[in-house]
Protein backbone atom coordinates (compact mmCIF):
# COMPACT_ATOMS: atom_id res chain seq x y z
CA UNK A 1 0.00 0.00 0.00
CA UNK A 2 1.65 3.13 -1.20
CA UNK A 3 2.33 6.14 1.60
CA UNK A 4 -0.28 8.93 0.76
CA UNK A 5 -0.16 12.64 1.52
CA UNK A 6 -2.10 13.06 4.59
CA UNK A 7 -4.87 15.67 4.02
CA UNK A 8 -6.07 17.84 7.13
CA UNK A 9 -6.14 15.02 10.08
CA UNK A 10 -9.14 13.44 10.20
CA UNK A 11 -10.77 11.14 12.40
CA UNK A 12 -11.80 8.69 9.70
CA UNK A 13 -9.06 8.51 7.73
CA UNK A 14 -8.73 4.71 8.34
CA UNK A 15 -11.28 2.68 7.24
CA UNK A 16 -13.94 1.23 9.38
CA UNK A 17 -14.74 -2.15 10.39
CA UNK A 18 -17.87 -3.63 11.65
CA UNK A 19 -17.23 -4.59 15.01
CA UNK A 20 -18.47 -7.89 15.76
CA UNK A 21 -17.72 -8.33 19.18
CA UNK A 22 -19.44 -7.28 22.61
CA UNK A 23 -20.03 -3.50 22.35
CA UNK A 24 -19.47 -1.31 25.88
CA UNK A 25 -21.49 1.41 26.85
CA UNK A 26 -17.76 3.52 26.43
CA UNK A 27 -17.48 2.62 23.00
CA UNK A 28 -21.05 3.46 22.21
CA UNK A 29 -20.23 6.79 24.24
CA UNK A 30 -17.02 7.64 22.37
CA UNK A 31 -19.12 6.92 18.78
CA UNK A 32 -21.53 9.56 19.52
CA UNK A 33 -18.67 11.84 20.84
CA UNK A 34 -16.32 11.49 18.43
CA UNK A 35 -17.44 14.52 15.56
CA UNK A 36 -17.36 17.10 18.67
CA UNK A 37 -14.00 15.63 19.81
CA UNK A 38 -12.51 16.09 16.76
CA UNK A 39 -13.61 19.75 16.04
CA UNK A 40 -12.14 20.32 20.04
CA UNK A 41 -9.07 18.40 18.60
CA UNK A 42 -8.72 21.06 15.42
CA UNK A 43 -9.51 24.06 16.77
CA UNK A 44 -7.06 26.47 16.34
CA UNK A 45 -6.92 29.16 19.49
CA UNK A 46 -4.41 31.98 19.44
CA UNK A 47 -1.27 31.31 19.31
CA UNK A 48 1.04 30.85 22.59
CA UNK A 49 3.45 33.99 24.03
CA UNK A 50 6.57 32.88 22.80
CA UNK A 51 8.68 31.47 26.02
CA UNK A 52 11.58 29.47 26.88
CA UNK A 53 9.99 26.46 29.70
CA UNK A 54 11.48 27.70 32.78
CA UNK A 55 13.33 24.63 34.81
CA UNK A 56 10.60 23.97 37.52
CA UNK A 57 8.37 23.83 34.85
CA UNK A 58 10.18 21.25 32.66
CA UNK A 59 13.27 20.05 34.53
CA UNK A 60 14.62 18.46 30.53
CA UNK A 61 14.00 20.44 27.71
CA UNK A 62 15.61 20.84 24.14
CA UNK A 63 14.62 22.44 21.30
CA UNK A 64 16.77 22.10 17.93
CA UNK A 65 16.69 22.94 13.96
CA UNK A 66 16.36 20.27 12.38
CA UNK A 67 17.28 21.87 9.01
CA UNK A 68 20.58 22.72 10.51
CA UNK A 69 20.90 20.64 13.29
CA UNK A 70 21.42 24.08 15.51
CA UNK A 71 20.73 23.51 19.02
CA UNK A 72 18.37 26.56 20.05
CA UNK A 73 17.97 25.61 23.77
CA UNK A 74 18.57 22.45 25.72
CA UNK A 75 18.72 22.20 29.56
CA UNK A 76 19.81 18.70 30.92
CA UNK A 77 19.81 17.41 27.17
CA UNK A 78 21.65 14.12 28.39
CA UNK A 79 20.27 13.47 31.85
CA UNK A 80 18.55 10.28 31.40
CA UNK A 81 14.57 9.74 31.87
CA UNK A 82 11.40 7.14 31.58
CA UNK A 83 10.07 8.70 27.78
CA UNK A 84 6.98 5.95 28.70
CA UNK A 85 4.92 5.93 25.28
CA UNK A 86 7.24 8.52 23.61
CA UNK A 87 9.05 4.44 23.37
CA UNK A 88 6.19 3.78 20.76
CA UNK A 89 8.50 6.58 18.25
CA UNK A 90 11.50 3.85 18.00
CA UNK A 91 8.61 1.38 17.82
CA UNK A 92 6.92 3.43 14.64
CA UNK A 93 10.75 4.14 13.01
CA UNK A 94 11.90 0.37 13.52
CA UNK A 95 8.52 -0.41 11.46
CA UNK A 96 9.63 2.35 8.98
CA UNK A 97 12.68 0.87 8.57
CA UNK A 98 11.48 -2.27 7.79
CA UNK A 99 8.90 -1.49 5.53
CA UNK A 100 11.61 0.00 3.59
CA UNK A 101 13.78 -2.75 3.21
CA UNK A 102 10.55 -4.53 2.39
CA UNK A 103 10.69 -7.20 5.07
CA UNK A 104 7.12 -5.93 6.57
CA UNK A 105 4.14 -4.96 4.51
CA UNK A 106 1.48 -2.85 5.67
CA UNK A 107 -0.82 -4.82 4.16
CA UNK A 108 0.46 -7.87 6.27
CA UNK A 109 -2.04 -9.12 9.00
CA UNK A 110 -1.31 -10.06 12.18
CA UNK A 111 -3.40 -11.16 15.50
CA UNK A 112 -3.27 -10.92 18.99
CA UNK A 113 -1.96 -14.29 20.49
CA UNK A 114 -3.29 -15.49 23.67
CA UNK A 115 -0.02 -14.66 25.62
CA UNK A 116 -0.08 -11.49 24.39
CA UNK A 117 -4.01 -10.96 25.11
CA UNK A 118 -3.52 -11.99 28.64
CA UNK A 119 -0.54 -9.36 29.29
CA UNK A 120 -2.34 -6.60 27.18
CA UNK A 121 -5.45 -6.73 26.50
CA UNK A 122 -7.41 -3.48 27.02
CA UNK A 123 -4.04 -2.53 29.13
CA UNK A 124 -3.85 1.26 29.13
CA UNK A 125 -4.12 3.04 25.94
CA UNK A 126 -5.73 0.46 23.33
CA UNK A 127 -7.07 -0.18 19.45
CA UNK A 128 -9.56 -2.66 21.81
CA UNK A 129 -7.71 -5.76 19.72
CA UNK A 130 -9.25 -9.18 20.60
CA UNK A 131 -7.66 -12.17 20.96
CA UNK A 132 -6.87 -14.13 17.54
CA UNK A 133 -8.53 -11.14 15.94
CA UNK A 134 -6.31 -10.20 12.41
CA UNK A 135 -5.55 -6.54 12.16
CA UNK A 136 -3.20 -5.37 9.06
CA UNK A 137 -0.04 -3.51 10.43
CA UNK A 138 -1.17 -0.64 8.22
CA UNK A 139 -4.09 -0.01 11.06
CA UNK A 140 -1.64 -0.87 14.04
CA UNK A 141 0.68 1.94 13.11
CA UNK A 142 -2.25 4.37 13.07
CA UNK A 143 -3.01 3.28 15.88
CA UNK A 144 0.34 3.29 17.82
CA UNK A 145 0.85 6.74 15.96
CA UNK A 146 -2.20 8.32 16.91
CA UNK A 147 -4.11 6.73 20.38
CA UNK A 148 -1.13 5.23 21.56
CA UNK A 149 -2.27 1.67 21.34
CA UNK A 150 -0.02 -0.37 23.62
CA UNK A 151 -1.76 -3.82 22.78
CA UNK A 152 -1.18 -2.74 18.76
CA UNK A 153 2.78 -1.89 19.20
CA UNK A 154 3.23 -5.61 21.26
CA UNK A 155 1.09 -7.42 18.16
CA UNK A 156 2.74 -5.57 15.41
CA UNK A 157 6.33 -6.41 17.32
CA UNK A 158 5.75 -10.15 17.92
CA UNK A 159 4.10 -10.61 14.86
CA UNK A 160 6.94 -8.79 13.05
CA UNK A 161 10.10 -10.28 14.82
CA UNK A 162 8.05 -13.54 17.01
CA UNK A 163 8.61 -12.40 20.28
CA UNK A 164 8.36 -9.08 22.29
CA UNK A 165 12.58 -9.93 23.52
CA UNK A 166 13.40 -9.81 19.59
CA UNK A 167 12.02 -6.98 18.83
CA UNK A 168 13.00 -4.91 21.82
CA UNK A 169 16.45 -6.41 20.85
CA UNK A 170 16.03 -4.38 17.38
CA UNK A 171 14.93 -1.43 19.04
CA UNK A 172 18.36 -1.56 21.05
CA UNK A 173 20.66 -2.36 17.89
CA UNK A 174 18.83 0.73 15.73
CA UNK A 175 19.16 3.26 19.06
CA UNK A 176 22.56 2.60 18.90
CA UNK A 177 23.77 2.81 15.11
CA UNK A 178 21.77 6.07 14.84
CA UNK A 179 24.40 7.07 17.75
CA UNK A 180 21.75 7.08 20.30
CA UNK A 181 23.86 5.95 23.30
CA UNK A 182 21.96 7.02 26.20
CA UNK A 183 19.01 5.19 25.35
CA UNK A 184 17.88 1.50 26.22
CA UNK A 185 14.21 0.24 25.24
CA UNK A 186 12.41 -2.76 27.48
CA UNK A 187 9.51 -2.79 25.92
CA UNK A 188 7.53 -1.72 22.43
CA UNK A 189 4.89 0.26 23.93
CA UNK A 190 6.90 2.32 27.22
CA UNK A 191 4.72 0.59 29.92
CA UNK A 192 6.12 0.70 33.65
CA UNK A 193 8.99 -1.26 33.56
CA UNK A 194 11.23 0.24 36.75
CA UNK A 195 13.48 2.35 34.72
CA UNK A 196 14.53 -0.35 32.64
CA UNK A 197 13.56 1.77 29.63
CA UNK A 198 15.11 4.98 29.12
CA UNK A 199 16.51 7.92 27.27
CA UNK A 200 17.79 10.89 26.85
CA UNK A 201 16.51 14.52 25.13
CA UNK A 202 19.35 14.46 22.61
CA UNK A 203 18.87 10.89 21.83
CA UNK A 204 14.59 11.34 21.03
CA UNK A 205 15.91 14.70 18.75
CA UNK A 206 18.34 12.08 17.04
CA UNK A 207 15.26 9.61 16.76
CA UNK A 208 13.08 12.49 15.30
CA UNK A 209 15.77 13.82 12.78
CA UNK A 210 15.89 9.87 11.31
CA UNK A 211 12.07 9.67 11.16
CA UNK A 212 11.55 12.54 9.62
CA UNK A 213 14.51 12.58 6.96
CA UNK A 214 14.42 8.82 6.38
CA UNK A 215 11.02 8.19 6.37
CA UNK A 216 9.31 11.66 5.45
CA UNK A 217 6.56 9.96 3.49
CA UNK A 218 5.25 7.35 6.00
CA UNK A 219 6.19 9.91 8.73
CA UNK A 220 3.33 12.34 6.79
CA UNK A 221 1.14 9.59 6.24
CA UNK A 222 0.90 7.69 9.67
CA UNK A 223 2.10 10.41 12.04
CA UNK A 224 0.25 13.52 13.74
CA UNK A 225 -3.50 12.89 13.02
CA UNK A 226 -6.40 14.73 15.19
CA UNK A 227 -7.30 10.82 15.94
CA UNK A 228 -7.98 7.26 14.55
CA UNK A 229 -11.16 5.07 14.31
CA UNK A 230 -11.03 1.64 14.63
CA UNK A 231 -14.12 -0.92 14.56
CA UNK A 232 -16.23 1.95 14.93
CA UNK A 233 -14.85 3.39 17.49
CA UNK A 234 -13.27 6.50 17.54
CA UNK A 235 -10.43 8.52 19.21
CA UNK A 236 -8.57 11.28 19.83
CA UNK A 237 -5.01 12.16 19.84
CA UNK A 238 -3.74 13.79 22.44
CA UNK A 239 -1.08 15.62 20.83
CA UNK A 240 -1.11 19.02 22.31
CA UNK A 241 0.17 20.98 18.93
CA UNK A 242 -1.77 19.50 16.40
CA UNK A 243 -4.33 21.43 14.69
CA UNK A 244 -3.49 24.14 17.81
CA UNK A 245 0.05 25.26 16.76
CA UNK A 246 0.69 26.15 12.66
CA UNK A 247 3.07 23.61 11.16
CA UNK A 248 2.84 21.39 13.77
CA UNK A 249 2.75 17.59 12.96
CA UNK A 250 3.46 15.39 16.06
CA UNK A 251 5.15 13.12 17.15
CA UNK A 252 4.36 11.71 20.40
CA UNK A 253 2.94 12.33 23.96
CA UNK A 254 3.80 10.26 27.06
CA UNK A 255 2.98 10.00 30.54
CA UNK A 256 3.60 7.60 33.88
CA UNK A 257 3.49 8.27 37.55
CA UNK A 258 7.28 7.68 37.26
CA UNK A 259 7.97 9.40 34.47
CA UNK A 260 5.88 12.64 34.25
CA UNK A 261 4.41 14.21 31.59
CA UNK A 262 6.86 13.87 28.44
CA UNK A 263 6.47 15.33 24.73
CA UNK A 264 8.55 14.79 21.33
CA UNK A 265 7.19 17.29 18.54
CA UNK A 266 8.03 18.89 15.22
CA UNK A 267 6.23 21.98 13.70
CA UNK A 268 7.52 23.25 10.25
CA UNK A 269 7.43 26.87 8.79
CA UNK A 270 8.81 27.84 5.86
CA UNK A 271 11.32 24.94 5.58
CA UNK A 272 12.29 25.51 8.80
CA UNK A 273 11.62 22.35 10.92
CA UNK A 274 11.89 22.26 14.60
CA UNK A 275 12.06 19.40 17.12
CA UNK A 276 11.17 19.95 20.75
CA UNK A 277 11.42 17.32 23.84
CA UNK A 278 9.63 18.40 27.24
CA UNK A 279 10.25 15.86 30.08
CA UNK A 280 9.38 15.62 33.52
CA UNK A 281 6.51 18.65 33.55
CA UNK A 282 3.82 17.40 36.51
CA UNK A 283 0.76 18.07 34.13
CA UNK A 284 -0.88 17.84 30.73
CA UNK A 285 -2.30 21.10 30.48
CA UNK A 286 0.59 22.55 31.63
CA UNK A 287 2.55 20.46 28.93
CA UNK A 288 0.12 21.32 26.22
CA UNK A 289 1.15 25.35 27.41
CA UNK A 290 5.27 24.84 27.29
CA UNK A 291 5.02 22.61 24.20
CA UNK A 292 3.48 25.70 22.15
CA UNK A 293 5.23 28.51 24.14
CA UNK A 294 8.36 26.78 23.33
CA UNK A 295 7.72 26.30 19.58
CA UNK A 296 6.49 29.67 19.18
CA UNK A 297 9.79 30.90 20.87
CA UNK A 298 11.92 29.13 18.66
CA UNK A 299 10.43 30.37 15.15
CA UNK A 300 9.89 33.93 17.03
CA UNK A 301 13.55 34.64 18.74
CA UNK A 302 15.71 33.89 15.79
CA UNK A 303 16.36 35.45 11.94
CA UNK A 304 17.71 32.81 9.77
CA UNK A 305 20.52 33.79 8.04
CA UNK A 306 20.45 31.60 4.29
CA UNK A 307 24.21 30.60 3.56
CA UNK A 308 24.07 28.17 0.55
CA UNK A 309 21.20 27.73 -1.68
CA UNK A 310 20.10 23.64 -2.27
CA UNK A 311 22.53 21.54 -4.17
CA UNK A 312 25.15 24.25 -3.74
CA UNK A 313 28.61 22.84 -3.55
CA UNK A 314 29.74 23.75 -0.04
CA UNK A 315 33.51 22.23 -0.39
CA UNK A 316 35.58 19.23 -1.06
CA UNK A 317 36.49 16.20 0.92
CA UNK A 318 39.72 14.50 -0.46
CA UNK A 319 39.04 10.36 -1.09
CA UNK A 320 41.66 7.65 -1.18
CA UNK A 321 41.96 4.90 -3.30
CA UNK A 322 39.39 6.67 -5.87
CA UNK A 323 39.33 7.16 -9.16
CA UNK A 324 38.81 11.10 -8.22
CA UNK A 325 40.98 12.31 -5.55
CA UNK A 326 38.45 15.02 -4.21
CA UNK A 327 34.60 14.73 -3.79
CA UNK A 328 32.40 17.58 -4.14
CA UNK A 329 30.24 17.97 -0.96
CA UNK A 330 26.71 19.70 -0.59
CA UNK A 331 23.63 20.11 1.59
CA UNK A 332 20.59 17.97 0.70
CA UNK A 333 18.63 21.38 1.43
CA UNK A 334 19.61 25.07 2.09
CA UNK A 335 22.38 26.12 4.49
CA UNK A 336 20.61 28.58 7.31
CA UNK A 337 21.74 29.41 11.11
CA UNK A 338 19.61 30.89 13.00
CA UNK A 339 20.97 34.19 14.79
CA UNK A 340 19.32 36.30 17.66
CA UNK A 341 16.44 38.30 16.19
CA UNK A 342 18.44 41.91 15.50
CA UNK A 343 22.02 40.68 15.90
CA UNK A 344 25.06 40.29 12.98
CA UNK A 345 27.75 38.52 14.57
CA UNK A 346 30.75 37.63 12.21
CA UNK A 347 30.51 33.48 11.47
CA UNK A 348 32.77 30.69 10.81
CA UNK A 349 32.73 27.73 8.85
CA UNK A 350 34.98 24.64 8.83
CA UNK A 351 33.90 21.39 7.26
CA UNK A 352 34.69 18.08 9.06
CA UNK A 353 34.82 14.60 8.11
CA UNK A 354 37.08 11.34 9.33
CA UNK A 355 39.84 11.55 6.34
CA UNK A 356 40.92 10.98 3.83
CA UNK A 357 37.93 8.80 2.86
CA UNK A 358 37.65 5.86 1.54
CA UNK A 359 36.45 4.70 -2.06
CA UNK A 360 33.85 3.60 -3.39
CA UNK A 361 31.83 6.29 -2.15
CA UNK A 362 27.91 6.64 -3.24
CA UNK A 363 26.33 9.76 -4.60
CA UNK A 364 24.09 11.61 -1.41
CA UNK A 365 26.44 9.39 0.98
CA UNK A 366 26.61 11.31 4.18
CA UNK A 367 30.03 12.16 4.48
CA UNK A 368 30.77 15.24 5.97
CA UNK A 369 29.65 18.05 8.24
CA UNK A 370 29.65 21.90 7.65
CA UNK A 371 30.38 23.45 11.46
CA UNK A 372 29.07 27.19 11.64
CA UNK A 373 29.91 29.10 14.86
CA UNK A 374 29.51 32.58 16.15
CA UNK A 375 30.57 34.61 19.35
CA UNK A 376 27.70 33.20 21.65
CA UNK A 377 25.84 31.27 19.44
CA UNK A 378 24.80 27.18 19.69
CA UNK A 379 26.76 25.96 16.49
CA UNK A 380 24.67 24.40 13.74
CA UNK A 381 26.34 21.33 12.34
CA UNK A 382 24.19 20.38 9.19
CA UNK A 383 25.61 17.18 7.19
CA UNK A 384 26.94 16.93 4.21
CA UNK A 385 26.71 14.02 0.93
CA UNK A 386 28.43 13.27 -1.82
CA UNK A 387 27.58 15.51 -4.94
CA UNK A 388 28.65 12.34 -7.38
CA UNK A 389 29.40 8.38 -7.08
CA UNK A 390 33.74 7.83 -6.58
CA UNK A 391 34.47 4.18 -7.84
CA UNK A 392 37.71 2.83 -6.19
CA UNK A 393 40.15 3.39 -8.37
CA UNK A 394 42.20 0.72 -10.41
CA UNK A 395 45.86 -0.17 -10.35
CA UNK A 396 46.92 2.47 -12.52
CA UNK A 397 45.07 5.19 -11.31
CA UNK A 398 46.39 4.57 -7.66
CA UNK A 399 49.86 4.85 -9.34
CA UNK A 400 48.57 8.26 -10.51
CA UNK A 401 47.58 9.29 -6.98
CA UNK A 402 50.25 7.66 -4.70
CA UNK A 403 52.84 9.96 -7.12
CA UNK A 404 50.23 13.00 -6.85
CA UNK A 405 49.89 12.82 -3.37
CA UNK A 406 52.72 15.27 -1.93
CA UNK A 407 50.98 17.88 -4.07
CA UNK A 408 47.69 17.40 -3.12
Same mark, same amino acid.
Given at each position: ??????????????????????????????????????????????????????????????????????????????????????????????????????????????????????????KGST?????????????????????????????????????????????????????????????????????????????????????????PDAF????????????????????PMIG??????????????????????????? #? /???? %?????????? $? +? &??? *??????????????????????????????????????????????????? #? /???? %?????????? $? +? &??? *???????????????????????????????????????????????
Amino acid at each position: MPFGIKPGACLAKAPLRRYSGRVSAMSVILRLLAPLLALAALAVPARAAPAVPTAQEAPVAMLVDLSSGQVLHARDPDRRFVPASVTKVMTLYLAFELIAAGKLDPDQVFAMSPALARDWRRKGSTMFLEPGEPVRVHDLLLGIANVSANDGAVVLAEGAAGSIAAWTAAMNRTARSLGMHGSHFASPNGWPDEGRTFTTARDLVTLARALVTRHPDAFGYYVGRAGFAYKGIAQVNHDPMIGRVPGADGIKTGFTNEAGFTYLGTAVRD #G /QRLV %LVLAGVESAR $L +R &ARL *ARAYTEWGFAAFDRKHLFAPGSVVGSARVQDGAARHVRLVARGPVAINLPR #G /QSPS %LSAVIRYDGP $L +R &API *AKGEEIAVLEITGPGLPPARIPLVAAEAVAKAGPLARIRNALLEPFA
